[in-house]
């Protein structure tokens, strides 16, 4: 399997036969709720893909309906024909494009799309919503991707284990942001050196980081939550302490970086 940055949620995994679209936006702008005046993002560099110009795509997965994830003028660009796995509120999004095969994922739920499994896993609350991660495994090399692009949660890492065993790479915010009201709605170092300590991947992959400006009253409300700088010495520091290797791998927008089970990055 590989995996090759687009830009701060987006990104396309690659396994032997196919390639995959995971959480598009590749066109500007993103606004939240509709109101751009309230919360509006924009890519300050031009992307590595845009729609036209991405490679064969046999799958899109979307793991949460917000436009961050399921950016509706991108998926408005892209062939309907592609099939799509997403949480049932990013269904619902997508059907309504006009999308031909869409498949809702509820926790814990699996689907097999040629040689590769997802699964979907519980991921944080948002409001009275809990959108997924997903658990990808390429199924002849057996390399397992953990993708969280928010909160992950204790109760769901026991299952993790339980169910996969050795989870190769944790693709998963490092650093963080904080809501008015909501708290830590992307997890920062401390909570992501918790899931890397009881996951313990080979390969830790940030996402959720881009170079992407902020707009609008909310945007300026929203405050940072530790760098990747700190995150890169609590790994050092978590490593040292228990004997282990764990690689901190920060691809650039347009590379592709492995995810082979031997990977040392």
Not at 27 to 42: A, K, N, S, T
Not at 111 to 119: C, K, Y
Not at 175 to 196: C, D, K, W, Y
Not at 240 to 249: E, F, G, M, V
Request: hydrophobic residues 45%; aromatic residues 8%.
């Amino acid at each position: 399997m590989q995996l090759t940055r687009i830009d701060l949620n987006s990104w396309l995994i690659h396994t032997r036969e196919q390639t995959f679209l995971l959480d598009p936006w590749l066109v500007d702008p993103l606004v939240f709720l509709g109101i751009p005046w309230f919360i509006r993002l924009e890519h300050r560099q031009p992307l590595p893909f845009t729609p036209e110009t991405l490679p064969k795509i046999d799958g899109i997965l979307l793991s949460q309906a917000q436009p961050d994830h399921c950016h509706p003028p991108t998926l408005q660009r892209l062939d309907k024909r592609i099939p799509v796995l997403a949480s049932p509120a990013a269904a619902r999004v997508v059907k309504s494009l006009g999308f031909a095969t869409v498949q809702a994922l509820d926790p814990w739920q699996s689907a097999q799309w040629g040689d590769l499994r997802v699964t979907a896993i519980p991921g944080a609350p948002l409001g009275p919503v809990r959108e997924l991660g997903y658990l990808l495994e390429e199924v002849p090399s057996q390399t397992r991707l953990y993708y969280e692009p928010h909160l992950s949660q204790p109760d769901v890492r026991p299952r993790l284990q339980q169910e996969f065993g050795s989870i190769h790479t944790l693709l998963i915010p490092v650093v963080g942001q904080i809501f008015p009201l909501l708290g830590e709605v992307i997890m920062g170092p401390e909570r992501a050196l918790e899931v890397v300590a009881a996951l313990r991947p080979q390969q830790v992959i940030p996402t959720a980081m881009g170079e992407v400006d902020y707009h609008g009253w909310f945007a300026a409300q929203i405050r940072p939550l530790g760098s990747l700088q700190e995150f890169r010495e609590k790994l050092a520091a978590l490593n040292a302490a228990t004997s282990q290797s764990i690689q901190l791998c920060c691809p650039a927008p347009g590379e592709t970086v492995s995810l082979s089970v031997a990977a040392k990055l």
